[in-house]
């Protein structure tokens, strides 16, 4: 099974950025797509954005503007680029994965944690 690693998480001002990377242990090809979870304390999960092999992306309405979602093959690496940056986003960000024959996300990152600050 391929292990997702997250970083480049961090304390952060209001109005900041920051940029996540998922490092993946094999070829992210194989997946058919990938994503970015969120979890704030005290609250469910919650999908933040997602992109397929053909590159196609999608975000949640609350991060629509300003996160984006890429991918690069060669690198086995997923970003996630966090703009203008509010307190809700503060959470735990979770990189996700789902194989070609899975229905649902069967790949889990261990997380990294994102603050930011008012």
């Known amino acids: 099974q391929v292990q997702l690693v997250e970083s480049g998480g961090g304390l952060v001002q209001a109005g900041g950025s920051l940029r996540l990377s998922c490092a993946a242990s094999?070829?992210?090809?194989?997946?058919?797509?990938m994503g970015w979870y969120r979890q704030a304390p005290g609250k469910e999960r919650e999908w933040v954005a997602g992109?397929?092999?053909?590159?196609?992306?999608y975000y949640a309405d609350s991060v629509k503007g300003r996160f984006t979602i890429s991918r690069d093959n060669a690198k086995n690496t997923v970003y996630l680029q966090m703009n203008s940056l509010k307190p809700e986003d503060t959470a735990m960000y979770y990189c996700?994965?789902?194989?070609?024959?899975?229905?649902?996300?069967?790949?889990w990152g261990q997380g990294t944690q994102v603050t930011v600050s008012s």
């Open positions: 996700t994965a789902r194989s070609l024959l899975s229905a649902t996300y069967d790949s």
């Open positions: 094999g070829s992210i090809f194989s997946f058919k797509d």
């Open positions: 992109i397929s092999r053909d590159l196609s992306t």
